[in-house]
T-cell receptor
Framework: GAGVSQTPSNKVTEKGKYVELRCDPI?????LYWYRQSLGQGPEFLIY????????DSGLPNDRFFAVRPEGSVSTLKIQRTERGDSAVYLC???????????????FGPGTRLTVT | AQSVTQLDSHVSVSEGTPVLLRCNYS??????LFWYVQHPNKGLQLLLK??????LVKGINGFEAEFKKSETSFHLTKPSAHMSDAAEYFC?????????????????FGQGTILTVHP
């Protein structure tokens, strides 16, 4: 079956611009996560959705970052006034977790590589 | 708070020899622990997970890991390396389901270990 997909695969933008990154989770997965992976680092948690609501947004670095999941499926990560330090690979993952358990497998997408010039 | 330390940023082995990738964790609770692999230009894939059942966990592609609470370690091993094992490996910790709070499923990744396999 189809896995997690993310679009675009690559995005180059100028400093100060607004960008949107899209994630299509596996059908039927209620839990969705965003992570950010900087060069040479492991992924870092940004935000977790259970259905339509953001259950944990403690990883968002500042108020320039915002994510939505209006219908409980597709999610969009939005970054305003981009800065060069935002350059990274943004990963999306989904899981079947309906009970906020920690041991459900998260299935990752290929990521969106964001470059801010 | 929880954290993960991968003790080697790079490991190089010859094909057919054993693989050992080391990981130590810190957690306020008995954690769930995972190993993920990331091949170039591909998404992260789960190799195996420990969730307080058997301490020796077997995963895909011949990998296994042993949870040692006394040493706070979760090292990944494979008896015989294949060329296809060359990738980056991440040790990951997550809070257990009975920990309280709302951070369930929030994964904390180590820095990663790049495995190179020589012919």
């Amino acid at each position: 079956g189809a896995g997690v997909s993310q679009t675009p695969s690559n995005k180059v933008t100028e400093k100060g611009k607004y960008v949107e990154l899209r994630c299509d989770p596996i059908s039927g997965h209620t839990a969705l996560y965003w992570y950010r992976q900087s060069l040479g680092q492991g992924p870092e948690f940004l935000i977790y959705f259970q259905g339509t609501g953001a259950a944990d947004d403690s990883g968002l670095p500042n108020d320039r970052f915002f994510a939505v999941r209006p219908e409980g499926s597709v999610s969009t990560l939005k970054i305003q006034r981009t800065e060069r330090g935002d350059s990274a690979v943004y990963l999306c993952a989904s899981s079947l977790d309906k009970f906020q358990r920690s041991d459900y497998e998260q299935y990752f997408g290929p990521g969106t590589r964001l470059t801010v010039t | 708070a929880q954290s993960v330390t991968q003790l080697d940023s790079h490991v190089s082995v010859s094909e057919g020899t054993p693989v050992l990738l080391r990981c130590n964790y810190s957690s306020s609770y008995s954690p769930s622990l995972f190993w993920y692999v990331q091949h170039p230009n591909k998404g992260l894939q789960l190799l195996l997970k420990y969730t307080s059942a058997a301490t020796l966990v077997k995963g895909i592609n011949g990998f296994e890991a042993e949870f040692k609470k006394s040493e706070t370690s979760f090292h990944l091993t494979k008896p015989s390396a294949h060329m296809s094992d060359a990738a980056e490996y991440f040790c990951v910790v997550s809070r257990p389901t009975n920990a309280g709070g709302t951070s369930y499923g929030k994964l904390t990744f180590g820095q990663g270990t790049i495995l190179t396999v020589h012919p």
